[in-house]
């Protein structure tokens, strides 16, 4: 009887603890590849923008350096083998984004009052 006792609750703590999954707690190692695949994500979206690897760091200083830099030399070498041209970033200009020109704003230069 005790046996039986011990067994019901040893399988009962196993089912609530592999439970643990739904509630959505990470462990150690979820939380470093997740890390990883953000810093390769922006190492590769660094090299797609045409931005060297130096400012890379500099902009995203919290990333891992050795992942960035993994993401930004796969992107590299899938740029040379596909002939992927890259997209660089609009210079800022003297005029913010969200103005529009005189011509294009309703109404235009045209109209006088």
Known sequence: MRR?????????SVSLLSGCEALGIETA????????????????????????????FSAYPRAGK??????????????????????PNEPAGDASPGAAPESAKPGGASQKS
């Open 66 to 87: 050795a992942a960035v830099f993994a993401g930004w030399r796969e992107m590299d070498q899938y740029m040379r083998e596909n002939s992927v041209v890259g997209m």
């Open 29 to 56: 190692t979820q939380i470093n590849a997740k890390k990883e695949a953000e810093g390769k994500a922006i190492g590769s979206a660094c090299r797609h923008a045409v931005r060297s690897i130096e400012s890379c």
């Open 4 to 12: 039986t006792a011990i067994t019901l609750c040893l399988l009962a």
